[in-house]
Every structure is written in C-alpha cells, then in structure tokens.
C-alpha cells in the first residue's frame, strides 16, 4: 500500500497516452477537474500527450493545450508525475513499466498486460518504487454493478450467474480491438467480464472455456466468440460469453443471477428481482461520466489519501483467471485454479 501522505505536490504534472474514447474522457476530466479553480487551479495539469499518429497526436494535444511528443519513451522520461496509458492492450505492460521505472504514478485502462507473469512483476516494481499503480475498472462503478451488489442479499444463497455481452457488427471494424495481437486473447482484453463475477463472487476454483475467431487468416478477424464456465470455491457456477463481429445476430447485454430464494435478472438497464411472492423492478443507475469518475477518484487518492475502489492485486486475480480460461480453450481442458487467498 502506498503512503499517500507524501505522494504528491501541487501542480501534479501529467502525461496521456492515447488519443481515443477513454483518453479523451481523462483529458476533458483533468481540464475541468475542481482543483483547477480558484486557490487550486495549478495542481493538476494535462502537460503532454502521445498518440497512435501524429495527425492524431496534434490535434488532440491542440484541442487540450498540451504538447505533442513523439512516442511513449520520450513522454514518461519527461518531468511528469502522473502518466496515464489509454492505448492498446499489447502495449499497456511495456509502458507501465518504463513509466515506474521513471519514477511516475501510473493509471492504466484494463488490462494491466496481457501476460500474468508480467503483471505480477508491474505491481512488484510499483510497491518497490513506492508510486501509485492504479488499473482502471469502471465497470466496477456502473450502476448495474452496484444494483447488484446491493441485492444479492434479497435472493438467499446463491448457485449460478450468467453474463452475456454481445455485439453484432457488419462489417467488422479493422481496428485494433479485432485483432489478436493488439487486444489479446478475449476475456484477457476484456478483463472486465471476468473482474465482475470475482468481485462479486470471489475466488474461482476451476475454468472451463472454448473460444473461436473467424476471418483469423488476415491480420484482422471479422468475429470472435469466447465462452467460458467458472466454478467458483463457493459451488456457485458461472457462464460468461463475450462476442462481436459480423457472425452475431443479436446485440444482448444480461447478466443474472440466481439463489435459493429468488433472481436478479439485468437485461441491458433494466433490472427486476424476481421472489416467489412478487417481481419488482430495480433501479439502476447511469453509465455516464465513470472515467471521470475514475480520474477524479485517483487524484483525490493521489491528494488527499482517500482509498480507491479497486486494488491491482483484485485486477491481477481477474487477469489469472482470464489466463486460466485462454489455457483451456487452447488445450480442451478445464483448468484447476491455485489455492490463494483472494484479495478484493
């Protein structure tokens, strides 16, 4: 655990790699961020920004005021405290590292890395370097996430989850995120539907998964579809699908879960609990501004010492399990998971 205390001094000078969704959202945050009003307005400050093109790169860093480098290495051994890595998974671990090394609090969007071995060295380096090392799971803040947690209660002892994100899509995008490589192995790059059923349901003792690609035969494949069943030490049973790409039909975002005395069933952003003696709808809350969310709760972290809502070592877990799954779509087998203790 770091010691906040003498983390940070103001202004707290940051570096951005990535031009995309997520690093736009950081960067609006960091402008319009409180501490930059009034008595405060110098203690965060968005300095330099790293894109995949240098078109990209100049306009962003015009639209934020910040200035363009040329690649990562030159940004995170620049005069930065604060280097946050919003680019492509296969490239999350090397920057990470070289970041810490360069004595930098880091934030990176999920995953950490694609390589278990690697993220556990990652968090190594950052509790040696006595610097923040803070994995991105805003899911984790998402009104259906919380909507669940707060009713698991209602249904008694629970015994089987099912979560399923599916997204068609024709033609599919040559871009990174559909290409093996650059995104990894899918429930690796998509931590996130892994990372909900452990924080929800703790340690997992064994992984079941297969997993196909289509049009893999060109740098870009045109649809994946990756399925998995985790039974967890507890006896509960999962199964979680993640697919997208033009082989898909129907767009499905669900989550459930049931117990011995009732259902939580979450069908996109509607959510019902379902008990023998009535259905009653649950209220779940908005998607909207959790990277800024996320962002503010770091700096308030990096400021002021408040803890965050996740641990790496909670994303570690996700990411072992992930692993776990790659293993056994590879080989055909269902994968024993090491007795350790779980950290949430």
Known sequence: MVDTSSLVTSPVRVGLVGTGYAAKLRAETLQQDERMRGAHAARTH???????????????????????LGDWEQLVRSDLDLVIVSNINRDHGAIARA?????????VEYPLCLDVAEAEELIALAQAQSK?????????LGGLHQALKQNLDAIGTLFYARYSTINPQRPAP????????????????????????????????????????????????????????????SGLVANITYGKGETLWQDERKFEVHGEKGGLIFDKEAGILIQAEETTPIEVGTRRGLFAKDTGMVLDHLFEGTPLYVTPEA??????????????AETGETVVMEEEIFIN
């Open 99 to 107: 970041a810490l090394q360069n004595g930098k609090h880091v934030i």
């Open 174 to 233: 040559r871009k990174w995120t559909y290409h093996r490589e650059l995104f990894g192995f899918p429930f690796s790059g998509a931590l996130s539907r892994i990372h909900r059923l452990t924080d929800l349901f703790g340690t997992v003792a064994t992984v079941s998964c297969q997993n196909r690609y289509w049009g893999a035969d060109s740098e870009f494949y045109t649809a994946c579809l990756c399925t998995a069943q985790l039974r967890f030490t």
């Open 46 to 68: 968005l300095v330099a920004i790293v894109g995949h093109t240098p078109e990209k790169t100049a306009a962003f860093s015009q639209a934020y005021q910040a200035e363009a």
């Open 315 to 328: 994303s570690f877990y996700a990411l072992k399990v992930a692993d776990a799954a790659r293993r056994s």
């Open 132 to 140: 923040l090392l803070h994995v991105e799971h805003i899911e984790l």
